[in-house]
């Protein structure tokens, strides 16, 4: 991994820019491009290896690694620097006579070629490096092949990751862009304190950590995603393991040896007596919703997804997959070692109920200096959990906390957005349901109807080389036509099967739950590809336009880029369907609402986004769908990144 700086490189092509007055679409109006700030460069090359990171007897032989780690390196930046990672495919090409020739939508694709997201990056002006395949790119082929992600972070900060984006590839790191010098670890003298501007307030901390969370499966890939695609499939197993940094033991109680260097045991997390620490917590998780807590300490949450809040104190987190949180924990309990713990929210499989919601993911806070020692020496001490534990509660109640955290500081521009009507409401039907693809009975998922494929070459590039089919619709058509009709789907163009946006209109998204009377509602967590939204109103049971479109029951709104639409039937009393926000409907073919989330952007980044479950195997059903957004702006806003840093 190399990081350099030339910032200097950048100013000659900066000022042309300027004098020649280009800009482009912040927010909710135009801004001069930013001045050159530094550019970090990272070599990311993609292998496999062995690995038995839960102490088990299973060792999988083909572990997707970055640069020969899972996790993978952490990207560090500030905000406003440019990042360029050089991302090698050096996966072997698969071999098609054994099956590893994945048929992925309507493009057939090498089970070994890849993409990189980073995830809740916005990618203003570097649509290309976003990440989604046949999206915004092709796949990275194995055998060596090679792609430049190069973006800005822009005025972004906080906690973010990278991960695969084709099939269940599975591999991630940390990326973690700092506020201001302030916050930096890495830059602090010895016994000073790092200082975070949080509104009016200001937060101090004394280091910081970063836990993520992931799943590890004892079966391989292609084994996986055959049997999620395939006739067999019925439901999404779930992992052998939790892994907390990439560590865990499957089974405690099985008599390690603790010697062992096969064995690396939990991961420990070392803290000073008195001191704090910024916990940043990663959902790197392809299906389970975690909970996260640790034995003892009550964890303040102090930022979500790359935006700070007021903090806000728990004893828990619900972690979904892509959240991110920081927190900070004081360590201000008596000098020993506490477990820190997971476990599995939203069980839906009621004869596997409190098994299924016990989970392995363990990892050990361990005080340092307590009689001049550490448990991190002693490698016995690797192997054996603390007595004390964290506690999770044993229901779970939707909608969690959100509805009382704030945003942190000032908050009149986003208000001047949140207050406005929107130009229009889309309402997503989620459904499921098996159909016949290649002779057989598969499992798929449907928005309106409409389950997505990947098609055969990236949008993207069909708009940058002139190749884009031209659609019989316009977009104010499908606007008129989504507020005259109650129909599910309007506002999809079924010539580009995209959802066309205007740039800067103000869409409300409501995305529903459904599923069949009998069978249980699951929770989904959606994630926005080049925005955060704010989720302004939720509900149980169906949405309708009419009687819930002037709800607003979320007090004060928080920019994220994934939000959770929670399982929520029906309340039973007739007390509480007299609420307004309660309503019983049914579809045609047969299921039911079970809860909606109505999510708030405004299109102010030209380019093409997914907009998708980010419980992997779901989004491999087809559970996502696309934002065209200003497609006339697409190919100008697609370049700015080397139009200001033109000597890379």
């Known amino acids: 991994m190399i990081v350099f700086y030339s910032s200097w490189l950048c100013s000659l092509s900066y000022w042309i820019l300027l004098i020649t007055g280009l800009s482009y679409p912040r927010n909710a109006q135009s801004i001069h491009l930013p001045p050159p700030t530094p550019i970090r460069n990272y070599e990311f090359n993609l292998t496999l290896n062995s690995l038995n990171p839960d102490c088990s007897n299973y060792t999988n032989t083909d572990t997707l690694l970055i640069n020969g780690l899972m996790p993978g ?90 991960h695969a984006h084709v099939g269940l590839q599975d591999f991630f790191g940390a990326f973690i862009v700092y506020e201001s010098d302030q916050v930096d670890p890495g830059l602090k003298q010895p016994h000073q304190k790092l200082s975070l501007k949080s509104g009016n307030d200001t937060i101090t901390y004394d280091d910081e950590r970063t836990l993520i969370l992931s799943e590890w499966y004892h079966r391989n890939r292609s084994d996986l995603e055959n049997l999620i695609i395939g006739p067999d499939y019925s439901h999404i197993p779930d992992a052998d393991s939790i892994l907390i940094n990439g560590k865990a033991i499957q089974n405690q109680h099985a008599g390690h040896d603790h010697h062992s260097s096969s064995c690396g045991g939990y991961h420990i997390i070392n803290v000073k007596p008195h001191h704090t620490y910024r916990l940043r917590v990663i959902g790197a998780t392809t299906y389970r919703t975690l ?14 997804d790359g935006y700070l809040v007021t903090p806000y104190e728990t004893n828990y987190l619900e972690v979904t997959p892509g959240q991110r949180f920081s927190v900070l924990l004081e360590a201000n309990q008596r000098a020993m070692d506490y477990a820190i713990g997971t476990n599995r929210r939203y069980v839906t499989d009621n004869s596997l109920l409190d098994a299924a919601k016990v989970s392995n993911g363990w990892a050990i806070l361990n005080y340092e200096n307590r009689n001049n020692l550490t448990t991190a020496t002693n490698r016995s001490s690797l192997h054996v959990l603390p007595r004390d534990r964290p506690n999770f509660p044993a229901n779970d109640t939707p909608p969690w ?57 990236s949008i993207l590039g069909q708009i940058l080389s002139g190749t884009r089919p031209v659609s019989r619709y316009s977009v104010p058509q499908l606007m008129v036509t989504n507020k005259t009709t109650s129909q599910f789907g309007q506002g999809y163009d079924a010539d580009l099967k995209t959802y066309p946006l205007e740039h800067m209109e103000i869409v409300d998204f409501v995305i529903q739950n459904t599923h069949t009377p009998g069978l249980p509602c699951h929770v989904h967590p959606w994630h926005s590809h080049g925005h955060s939204h704010w989720v302004i109103a939720y509900g149980p049971g169906s949405y309708n336009d009419t009687q819930h479109g002037h709800i607003r029951n979320v007090p004060a709104p928080l920019l994220k880029d994934t939000s959770t639409v929670y399982p929520m039937l029906e309340p ?77």
């Open 401 to 457: 906390i959100w509805d009382k955290l704030t945003p942190a500081g000032n908050n009149d521009h986003h208000m001047g957005i949140l207050d406005k009507e929107p130009a229009r409401t889309i309402l997503l039907n989620t459904t499921s349901g098996r159909e016949i693809r290649d002779g057989k009975s598969v499992q798929r998922f449907y928005t309106n109807n409409v389950s997505f494929d990947t098609p055969a070459s």
């Open 291 to 304: 909970g996260f807590a640790v034995a003892h300490h009550r964890l303040t949450i102090i930022e979500v």
């Open 73 to 162: 390196p952490t990207i560090t930046a500030s905000t406003g620097d440019r990042i360029l990672v050089h991302f090698r495919n050096q996966l072997p090409l698969s071999i098609p006579a054994n099956g590893n020739l994945t048929r992925h939508g309507s493009a057939n694709l090498d089970a070994n070629a890849a993409t990189l997201h980073f995830h809740g990056i916005h990618q203003h002006g570097s649509v290309k490096s976003d990440g989604v395949p046949f999206l915004t790119q092709d796949p990275v082929a194995p055998g060596g092949g090679h792609y430049l992600y190069d973006f800005w972070v822009g005025e972004q900060s906080g906690t973010f990751y990278y």
């Open 572 to 648: 039973p009393s007739t007390a509480d369907r007299d609420n307004k926000i309660y309503q019983q409907t049914s579809s045609q073919n047969g299921t039911r609402g079970c809860g909606w989330s109505k999510i708030r952007i405004i299109a102010d980044n030209p380019g093409i986004w997914a907009l998708h479950c980010h419980i992997a195997p779901h989004m491999l059903q087809g559970m996502m769908i696309v934002l065209e957004e200003s497609a006339g702006l697409i190919r100008s806003h697609s370049h700015l990144v080397k139009l200001v840093h033109h000597s890379i």
